[in-house]
C-alpha cells in the first residue's frame, strides 16, 4: 500500500480516503486478534487493581462483588457495541481508527473535535502522569527495602521512571508493542498472583488483622465512599482506546476483536477478582488505597522481603507498558500535526520531530509527576470525567445511533437505560471525587515524599 492511501476496503465500494501520517504511521494495521489481545489487555489489567480491595472496603462484600461483577459485563458488552460498530463502518469502506473519527462520524464533527477528543486525550494523559508517578512509588518502595533510613526523595524515583519512558517512547507504532504487551499480560498475572497469595498468607498468620466487613462512616461519608467505589472500580475497567486498539488488526477485522476481547477477559476475571476478593478478606475495612501497602505495618513487612521485591519490580516493569500503550492517542496526535506521510517514516525530516515532541510529551507527564504526588485524587476526576463516558456511555449511543433499533426492541431500550444510569453514576462519581480533593487539599504539596 502506497503511503497516503487508506488501508484497503472489505467491499470494495467507496473509494480509499487519503490517511495522515497519525494513522499511517502510528495506527498500522497489521496485527492479529491475539495482539489484539496483548494490547487489550496491557491497557486494562493495570496496577490499578491493586486498589480494588480498598473498593470493596467501601461497598461491603454484596455491593462490592456485584458492582465489580456488573462493570465487568458492562464493559465486556459496551467495548463489543464499539467493535460491532466498527467493523460496520468498515464493510462499508468507511474504517475508524479513532474515537474521535467515530464520533465524527456518528454523531457529527463537533463531537469529535470538542467533546470525544479532549476527554480521551485528559483520561490517556492522566494515565501516563499516574503510571509515571506510580513506576516511582514502585522504584522507592524497592529502594527502602534494601536501605530503610536511606534518604532519597519520591521525585528522584519518578525521574528515573520518566528517563526510561523517554528511550521507551521512541517506540514507532501501537503495533510495534505487541511483544511488550504480550510480557505485560505475564507481568499482571504474576503480580496480582503474589499479591493475592500475599493476602491469604497473612489471613490466615498469627499477625492477621481483626477482621472486620463493616463499612464506616456515617450516612454521608458511607454514600461518597460508595461512590468514590464506583469511581475506583470504573476506572480500573476502564480503556478509552478501543478504536484505536482495533485499528492496530489487519483487515478484513470480522470477529476478530471479539477474539481479543476473550483474552483480555480471562486475564481480567482472573486478577480482578482474585486480588479484590483476598484482600478484601484478609483486611477487611482496614484495606487501603492498594493492597500492597497492607503489607507493611510500622514499615515492617509482614510477608518475605523477596515477595514485596518481587511484586514491586513487576508493578513497576508493567506499569511502563501501561504507560506506553496510553502514550499512542498523544504519540498519534503529534504525528499527525508535525510528520510528512507521504515521506518514509524513518527519514530524517520525521525522525526529528518524533523524537523531539515525544520526548516533550514525556518530560511534561515527568515534570508533573513529580509535583503531584497525590494525583491519585486527580485521576479519580479524570477517571469520572473521562472512563464513564468513553466505556459506559457512548458505545450504547453509537451503536443506536448507527443500527438505529427498533424503540420497541429490548436492545435499544437496554442501551438507553444502561447510558442514563451511568451518566447518573458519572456525574455523581465526578462530584465525590472533587469533594474527596477538597477534603484532602490541606495535606497536598508539591513534590512531597510520599
Given at each position: 500500500?502506497?503511503?497516503?492511501?487508506?488501508?484497503?476496503?472489505?467491499?470494495?465500494?467507496?473509494?480509499?480516503?487519503?490517511?495522515?501520517?497519525?494513522?499511517?504511521?502510528?495506527?498500522?494495521?497489521?496485527?492479529?486478534?491475539?495482539?489484539?489481545?496483548?494490547?487489550?489487555?496491557?491497557?486494562?489489567?493495570?496496577?490499578?487493581?491493586?486498589?480494588?480491595?480498598?473498593?470493596?472496603?467501601?461497598?461491603?462484600?454484596?455491593?462490592?462483588?456485584?458492582?465489580?461483577?456488573?462493570?465487568?459485563?458492562?464493559?465486556?458488552?459496551?467495548?463489543?457495541?464499539?467493535?460491532?460498530?466498527?467493523?460496520?463502518?468498515?464493510?462499508?469502506?468507511?474504517?475508524?481508527?479513532?474515537?474521535?473519527?467515530?464520533?465524527r462520524d456518528i454523531l457529527?464533527?463537533?463531537?469529535?473535535?470538542?467533546?470525544?477528543?479532549?476527554?480521551?486525550?485528559?483520561?490517556?494523559?492522566?494515565?501516563?502522569?499516574?503510571?509515571?508517578?506510580?513506576?516511582?512509588?514502585?522504584?522507592?518502595?524497592?529502594?527502602?527495602?534494601?536501605?530503610?533510613?536511606?534518604?532519597?526523595?519520591?521525585?528522584?524515583?519518578?525521574?528515573?521512571?520518566?528517563?526510561?519512558?523517554?528511550?521507551?517512547?521512541?517506540?514507532?507504532?501501537?503495533?510495534?508493542?505487541?511483544?511488550?504487551?504480550?510480557?505485560?499480560?505475564?507481568?499482571?498475572?504474576?503480580?496480582?498472583?503474589?499479591?493475592?497469595?500475599?493476602?491469604?498468607?497473612?489471613?490466615?498468620?498469627?499477625?492477621?488483622?481483626?477482621?472486620?466487613?463493616?463499612?464506616?462512616?456515617?450516612?454521608?461519608?458511607?454514600?461518597?465512599?460508595?461512590?468514590?467505589?464506583?469511581?475506583?472500580?470504573?476506572?480500573?475497567?476502564?480503556?478509552?482506546?478501543?478504536?484505536?486498539?482495533?485499528?492496530?488488526?489487519?483487515?478484513?477485522?470480522?470477529?476478530?476483536?471479539?477474539?481479543?476481547?476473550?483474552?483480555?477477559?480471562?486475564?481480567?476475571?482472573?486478577?480482578?477478582?482474585?486480588?479484590?476478593?483476598?484482600?478484601?478478606?484478609?483486611?477487611?475495612?482496614?484495606?487501603?488505597?492498594?493492597?500492597?501497602?497492607?503489607?507493611?505495618?510500622?514499615?515492617?513487612?509482614?510477608?518475605?522481603?523477596?515477595?514485596?521485591?518481587?511484586?514491586?519490580?513487576?508493578?513497576?516493569?508493567?506499569?511502563?507498558?501501561?504507560?506506553?500503550?496510553?502514550?499512542?492517542?498523544?504519540?498519534?496526535?503529534?504525528?499527525?500535526?508535525?510528520?510528512?506521510?507521504?515521506?518514509?517514516?524513518?527519514?530524517?525530516?520525521?525522525?526529528?520531530?518524533?523524537?523531539?515532541?515525544?520526548?516533550?510529551?514525556?518530560?511534561?507527564?515527568?515534570?508533573?509527576?513529580?509535583?503531584?504526588?497525590?494525583?491519585?485524587?486527580?485521576?479519580?476526576?479524570?477517571?469520572?470525567f473521562g472512563c464513564i463516558?468513553?466505556?459506559?456511555?457512548?458505545?450504547?449511543?453509537?451503536?443506536?445511533?448507527?443500527?438505529?433499533?427498533?424503540?420497541?426492541?429490548?436492545?435499544?431500550?437496554?442501551?438507553?437505560?444502561?447510558?442514563?444510569?451511568?451518566?447518573?453514576?458519572?456525574?455523581?462519581?465526578?462530584?465525590?471525587?472533587?469533594?474527596?480533593?477538597?477534603?484532602?487539599?490541606?495535606?497536598?504539596?508539591?513534590?512531597?515524599?510520599?
Amino acid at each position: 500500500m502506497e503511503a497516503g492511501l487508506s488501508h484497503p476496503m472489505e467491499d470494495g465500494t467507496n473509494p480509499p480516503k487519503p490517511l495522515d501520517a497519525g494513522a499511517l504511521f502510528v495506527l498500522k494495521s497489521r496485527g492479529s486478534w491475539w495482539h489484539c489481545g496483548y494490547h487489550l489487555t496491557t491497557s486494562i489489567v493495570a496496577p490499578a487493581l491493586l486498589s480494588l480491595p480498598f473498593a470493596l472496603s467501601l461497598l461491603g462484600w454484596v455491593a462490592g462483588v456485584f458492582c465489580l461483577t456488573m462493570a465487568a459485563l458492562v464493559t465486556f458488552y459496551s467495548y463489543n457495541l464499539l467493535s460491532v460498530v466498527l467493523e460496520h463502518h468498515a464493510h462499508l469502506g468507511q474504517r475508524q481508527l479513532r474515537f474521535r473519527d467515530m464520533a465524527r462520524d456518528i454523531l457529527g464533527p463537533g463531537w469529535g473535535r470538542y467533546f470525544v477528543g479532549p476527554i480521551q486525550f485528559g483520561l490517556c494523559f492522566g494515565a501516563v502522569i499516574a503510571c509515571i508517578l506510580l513506576g516511582g512509588q514502585s522504584l522507592k518502595f524497592i529502594y527502602l527495602l534494601s536501605r530503610p533510613n536511606g534518604t532519597m526523595q519520591l521525585y528522584q524515583f519518578v525521574i528515573i521512571s520518566g528517563v526510561l519512558m523517554l528511550v521507551l517512547v521512541q517506540i514507532p507504532s501501537f503495533h510495534s508493542l505487541r511483544h511488550i504487551n504480550l510480557v505485560s499480560l505475564v507481568l499482571c498475572l504474576s503480580y496480582s498472583a503474589s499479591a493475592t497469595a500475599g493476602s491469604i498468607y497473612i489471613g490466615h498468620s498469627k499477625t492477621a488483622p481483626v477482621k472486620n466487613y463493616s463499612v464506616h462512616g456515617s450516612g454521608e461519608h458511607r454514600l461518597f465512599g460508595a461512590l468514590n467505589a464506583i469511581s475506583i472500580i470504573a476506572t480500573t475497567y476502564g480503556n478509552g482506546i478501543i478504536p484505536e486498539i482495533q485499528a492496530t488488526i489487519a483487515p478484513p477485522v470480522k470477529g476478530k476483536m471479539f477474539k481479543g476481547l476473550c483474552v483480555c477477559y480471562a486475564v481480567v476475571l482472573t486478577t480482578f477478582f482474585s486480588v479484590a476478593i483476598s484482600g478484601y478478606w484478609a483486611f477487611g475495612n482496614q484495606a487501603k488505597g492498594t493492597v500492597v501497602a497492607n503489607f507493611m505495618v510500622d514499615e515492617k513487612p509482614l510477608l518475605p522481603s523477596w515477595v514485596l521485591l518481587m511484586i514491586n519490580v513487576f508493578t513497576f516493569l508493567q506499569v511502563s507498558a501501561v504507560s506506553l500503550v496510553y502514550l499512542q492517542p498523544t504519540n498519534e496526535v503529534l504525528e499527525q500535526k508535525f510528520a510528512d506521510p507521504k515521506i518514509d517514516q524513518f527519514s530524517v525530516r520525521n525522525i526529528v520531530p518524533r523524537l523531539a515532541f515525544r520526548s516533550l510529551s514525556v518530560v511534561i507527564a515527568t515534570t508533573l509527576a513529580a509535583m503531584f504526588p497525590f494525583f491519585g485524587d486527580i485521576n479519580a476526576v479524570i477517571g469520572a470525567f473521562g472512563c464513564i463516558p468513553l466505556d459506559f456511555i457512548l458505545p450504547m449511543i453509537f451503536y443506536n445511533v448507527t443500527f438505529k433499533p427498533s424503540k420497541q426492541s429490548l436492545i435499544f431500550w437496554g442501551n438507553t437505560l444502561l447510558a442514563i444510569i451511568f451518566s447518573i453514576l458519572g456525574a455523581l462519581g465526578a462530584i465525590s471525587s472533587i469533594r474527596q480533593i477538597i477534603l484532602d487539599a490541606n495535606t497536598y504539596s508539591f513534590f512531597a515524599n510520599i
